[in-house]
């Protein structure tokens, strides 16, 4: 077919290579493009740099939305649906090209698009970065050209028949989609379900914040905004305390305080959150926070704060019951261990005996043997020496066995050592009990969480001796 220039759009080139159905679509701001394209160099062999069906899945954009390659929304806008075109477009239209056909080939490898990109302009980019990662994409960076496109155009949606990311609408759309949002959050909750219901409230927070970040800080429309965050967040974090997400609610609280430092419902929310998480000195501030900024508000903190009381005495008393029973666990292995020990020598010894009383004359005969041949039979003082030399030979033999046994005993000791940090354990031991004292006067005042502390360590301690006893 005829090569014709796009109106009123100078260095671009159309060739309809396959006519499409219908009209010419109307294609209004937020409209949805699906498409198919084939990038290819102008040279003579016509080379192929991307093509959208190899990775798979066809892109998209979204007319009036600033996309990058702004050429293509106009190439797009010029088809018909089902049509297959292909554009010559001049190097002034291809410039950002590489950081384009980047992003698409990372999203193809299921990789973040903006990966390795500071917070500017495409063309800021473009220039900061080197190196885009792809040889042929440099060299199109180096050397701007002009670029076929061959694109096929397979759908056009209508910007209300999908859902429309925040980054699609515009200030006065976020601001309609905030309340309705919040109310489909609360009819949420109603059916108990949380987790539907705090994405919701999220969405509705995100799209405030993005307003506000277009705002000067400090005008009154910056403020404003920043109050109807409010209430969006705290029934988020209220749902998160129902799905016990816990540090999800202290990480939110703590943003929300530093901006709103009165908020009664902010320091109670965080005060539940650190309490279900034994962080009772954390907890009593927040808590004993909300009791001075609402004083109506006292009876109810007292119960809190005799219910944490209460969960700190039984967790204390769940710790202390544990370390007892490991303590018990590890008094019997002791006990059972020296048994053991004890019958492993008497055995030893039954042995010995048994092995004397069966062979009484080896040692007279060996006796004989050594004094020599000139006698058939040795004189009863040689056989009584030599006896009494091989008895204390016995003995030595016996003693040194007993030396090696300690040495073998010791070298285990001193590898167990090494790992607690130069303890033996006796040491440990009366380390056991010290903490235990501690953590019996800590829980006279009160301290539950650093009697807590100090029985934990014990029971560590409990298990190093454990495995002392078990590598006995």
Known sequence: MEETYLLNYPGVRKKILAGGSGPLPHFPPG???VFHFQTLLDNFERTVIDDSRLAGRPAEIFVGKMFKME?????????????VAEFWCDAIHTGLYPIVSKGMRLIAQGKDPLEGQRHMCGMGNLFHYHSTGFPELDELMRTPQ????????????DPMSYHRESWMMEKDEKLQTVPV???????????KKYRDAASKYKEAVLL????QSREMPGDIDYINLGRMIVP????????MLELEEYYEVIEHMDELLQKHKDCVKGYYKRAKAHAAVWNEKEARRDFNMVAQLDITLASL??????ALSERMKEKYWEEKEQYWNKLEKNENTNEVGEADRDDDEEKQRGETEEGKQEHPESVTTAANDKVGDDSEEAPPKYAEVHEENLGENKVALTEGTVIKEEASSSAVNLNTCNKTEGKDWQQMLRLVMLLQNEGNFLIKDSQFQEASGKFKEAIEYVDCLQNKVSNW
Not at 232 to 239: R, V
């Open 232 to 239: 969006l967040e705290l029934n988020y974090c209220q749902c």
């Open 301 to 306: 903190i007292h119960r809190e704060l005799k």
């Open 208 to 211: 405030l914040k993005t307003v």
């Open 31 to 33: 409209t949805k493009l």
């Open 181 to 191: 949002l919040h109310m489909q959050g609360n009819a949420l909750v109603k059916q």
């Open 71 to 83: 050429v293509w929304e106009t190439l797009l806008t010029s088809m018909r649906v089902g049509e």
């Open 146 to 157: 002009p670029l076929i496109f061959i694109m096929e155009l397979l759908q056009v949606g």
